[in-house]
């Protein structure tokens, strides 16, 4: 069955380090993984999508993403860590030929001055 | 406004009372999607619509839960005998479908439900 793992509930951080959230994958195929934010009693915002192309994918508020193939994994990044990054953030893997997005279980982000 | 809105923002209901939970898409989205989420979790996919046809509807818990876009625009999710466990977030999402693959989810902020 194809799915998308966050192994870790919570992440916390320094403001200015920089930050990693894990997800890996298991889908048949090639990959379409997706990174979304939700801030407090908000819906999920888009941040960026890995289709095909560069293992590095460029996404919205400065994070990025690596896909890795061979550890099927599309770990969240970003280089300095700001206090207003602190939201939860979710994995998504696209199931279908119509955008249906599988969604992992979501890693909250707590970033301290 | 140009995102996804929900109404109503927040809804109580008593066990056994039926409900109804609006999603205005964004204007033009071809398709249209029903997500639930529980306190904690992760949104879990409860169906799907290209215009006002509903192409898959494999996530809908029960029979209880029925969903309608008759226009191919506004979007209905009904509850029909709403049970405790039906209570969390309902989340709407729209996206342009087209030449555009993998065209992103614009989601609305949510109805949350509470079934007491």
């Known amino acids: 069955a194809q799915s998308v793992a966050q192994p870790e509930d919570q992440v916390k951080v320094a403001e200015g380090n920089p930050l990693t959230v894990k997800c890996t994958y298991s889908v048949s195929g090639n990959p379409y993984l997706f990174w979304y934010v939700q801030y407090p009693n908000r819906g999920l915002q888009f941040l960026l999508k890995y289709i095909t192309g560069d293992n590095l994918v460029k996404g919205s508020y400065g994070f990025e993403a690596e896909f890795n193939k061979s550890q099927t994994s599309f770990h969240l990044k970003k280089p300095s860590a700001l206090v207003s990054d602190s939201a939860l953030y979710f994995c998504?893997?696209?199931?279908?030929?119509?955008?249906?997005?599988?969604f992992g279980a979501g890693t909250r982000l707590a970033v301290h001055p | 406004g140009a995102g996804v809105s929900q109404s109503p923002r927040y809804k109580v209901a008593k066990r056994g009372q039926d409900v109804a939970l609006r999603c205005d898409p964004i204007?033009?989205?071809?398709?249209l999607f029903w997500y639930q989420q529980a306190l904690g979790q992760g949104p879990e996919f409860l169906t799907y619509?290209?215009?006002?046809?509903?192409?898959?509807k494999s996530g809908l818990p029960s029979d209880r839960f029925f969903a309608e876009r008759p226009e191919g625009s506004v979007s209905t999710l009904k509850i029909q005998r709403t049970q405790q466990e039906d209570s969390a977030v309902y989340l709407c999402a729209s996206s342009y479908q087209g030449e555009v693959e993998s065209a992103p989810l614009h989601f609305g902020n949510g109805t949350r439900l509470t079934v007491t």
């Open positions: 619509f290209q215009n006002e046809a509903q192409l898959d």
């Open positions: 204007s033009g989205h071809v398709s």
């Open positions: 998504a893997v696209r199931l279908g030929g119509y955008n249906k997005l599988i």
